[in-house]
């Protein structure tokens, strides 16, 4: 289990009896850490599954986003699975076997008002998953999108509702657990069967 949060994470870790180790995805160095760390305490080069679910989100129209928030969002959002999949893919492809999960949204295929930045990051996201798609083709590596409707994460918790009226409530959300399924749904086909996106919206 990777984060930034080192208590928080130690925390998670140890109710699932899971290994964690602190990292900020959105930085090359910090990835590069990460890459060895997880080889000494697993002695593998690459795990078996990489779920990209790292997120950040703010919402301000587009002439009041500030530049350091745009790039904390597609840093967070889309440099860190590229990093994370340039660490581990070529062990994957060498060995002929794993699957890489990135959790996008539906902010990467549909506009909204003061997504901007988000919906930057999620609408790149997508179109790397794709090249992705073409490239594992035949390689025995596997990956899946995963594009949620709004979930009811800690995300929202920052979000000014009096300013951004029309927002939904978080008994209309996806509940994370949702999620998390369709995560485990993809990873759990049949090893010749591929489901390359996977789009959740609440019934």
């Known amino acids: 289990m990777v984060a930034r949060g080192e208590a928080e994470?130690?925390?998670?870790?140890e109710q699932i009896g899971g290994v964690a180790l602190a990292a900020d995805v959105s930085q090359r160095q910090a990835i590069e850490r990460l890459a060895r760390s997880f080889a000494s305490v697993f002695d593998s080069p690459a795990p078996d599954y990489l779920i990209n679910a790292a997120g950040a989100f703010s919402m301000a129209k587009l002439v009041s986003t500030s530049p350091e928030d745009f790039d904390r969002q597609l840093g967070v959002n889309l440099r860190a699975p590229f990093l994370l999949m340039r660490a581990f893919l070529p062990s994957m492809i060498e060995r002929g076997s794993g699957h890489i999960v990135t959790?996008?949204?539906i902010a990467g295929r549909?506009?909204?008002?003061?997504?901007g930045a988000y919906s930057a990051s999620k609408f790149g996201v997508?179109?790397?998953?794709a090249?992705?798609?073409?490239?594992l083709k035949g390689t025995?590596?596997?990956?899946?999108?995963?594009?949620p409707a709004a979930t009811d994460t800690t995300l929202w918790d920052a979000v000014d509702r009096d300013e951004n009226a029309g927002l939904p409530e978080p008994d209309t959300m996806l509940?994370?657990?949702?999620?998390?399924?369709?995560v485990l749904y993809a990873i759990t086909r049949p090893e010749?069967?591929?489901?390359?996106?996977?789009?959740?919206?609440?019934a």
Do not use: K, Y
Not at 140 to 147: P, S
Not at 175 to 182: L, Q
């Open 110 to 115: 549909q506009a909204f008002p003061s997504n």
């Open 140 to 147: 025995g590596v596997r990956c899946t999108l995963v594009e």
């Open 131 to 135: 090249v992705l798609d073409l490239e």
């Open 9 to 13: 994470l130690s925390g998670a870790a």
């Open 192 to 202: 010749r069967t591929g489901i390359p996106v996977i789009s959740l919206e609440r």
């Open 175 to 182: 509940e994370v657990g949702a999620v998390a399924d369709a």
């Open 126 to 129: 997508r179109g790397l998953h």
């Open 103 to 105: 959790v996008g949204s």
